[in-house]
């Protein structure tokens, strides 16, 4: 059973930079066709999608946060990472990791982290 | 925005039956995912591609899709499937880009 583990700071100041690792267990992140992906959820609101890696490197990110973010994996410590630069209180929100399986005409999104809840404030 | 466009909410009288549906132009080209989400936990996958069911999940969950709409239905509702239902697929660019929708709060009275 793949489980995944968010990990790192939960107060940010703004205009820092948020990072967060994600940790996959009961699988090796290197096996298998499998991105993993970072979705975030404000308080009271929706899920919006950041991003995602393949464990090659490549990644394709949210349009709207792309120029903030980086996400990075670590197949030798089988983690991938979160970057977000230049944060205000509109990132303060529950940032999960996820497995993405993707196939010829739609993702899903099959394993989630339980979450961890990042509060932007000075 | 969203891409996809959900009901805010939804109700339904217990036993009965639950349609919920996801607007968009990519669901012409691509399948949703739907997830189903109780407060204060993480997401949880019900229905992917097609019509799939993750293994754990109850058979009284089905999708469908027709033209930009996908729908969920919960056939039989139960009170334990009273929580928030995200849709999500790839976004229309054809950049592998994913989008979720607003979600839609399931009510079961």
Redesign the interface.
């Known amino acids: 059973q793949v489980q995944l583990q968010e990990s790192g700071p939960g107060l940010v100041k703004p205009s820092q930079t948020l990072s967060l690792t994600c940790t996959v267990s009961g699988g090796s992140i290197s096996s298998g066709s499998y991105y993993w ?1 970072w ?1 975030r959820q404000p308080a009271g609101k ?4 950041i991003g ?1 890696i393949y464990t090659s490197g490549s990644t ?4 709207s946060l792309k120029s903030r973010v980086t996400i990075s994996v670590d197949t030798s410590k089988n983690q991938f990472s979160l970057k977000l630069s230049s944060v205000t209180a509109a990132d303060t929100a529950v940032y ?1 990791c996820a497995r993405v ?3 010829g ?6 394993y ?4 961890t809840l990042v509060t932007v404030s000075s | 925005s ?1 891409e996809l466009t959900q009901d805010p909410a939804v109700s339904v009288a217990l036993g009965q039956t639950v349609r919920i549906t996801c607007q968009g132009d990519s669901l012409r ?5 739907w ?1 189903q989400q109780k407060p204060g936990q ?4 019900v229905i ?2 097609k019509n799939n069911r ?1 293994s754990g999940i109850p058979d009284r969950f089905s999708g469908s899709s027709s033209g930009n709409t996908a729908s969920l239905t919960i056939t039989g509702a139960q009170a334990e499937d009273e929580a928030d239902y ?1 849709c ?3 976004d229309s660019s054809g ?9 839609t709060k399931l009510t079961v009275l």
């Open positions: 992906s979705i929706g899920l919006e999608w995602r394709n990110y949210n349009p999960y399986v993707g196939r005409d739609y993702d899903y999104f099959d989630w982290g339980q979450g | 969203s080209s691509y399948y949703a995912s997830y993480a997401p949880v996958l992917y591609g993750p995200y999500n697929s790839r950049n592998h880009h994913v989008v979720f929708g607003g979600g």
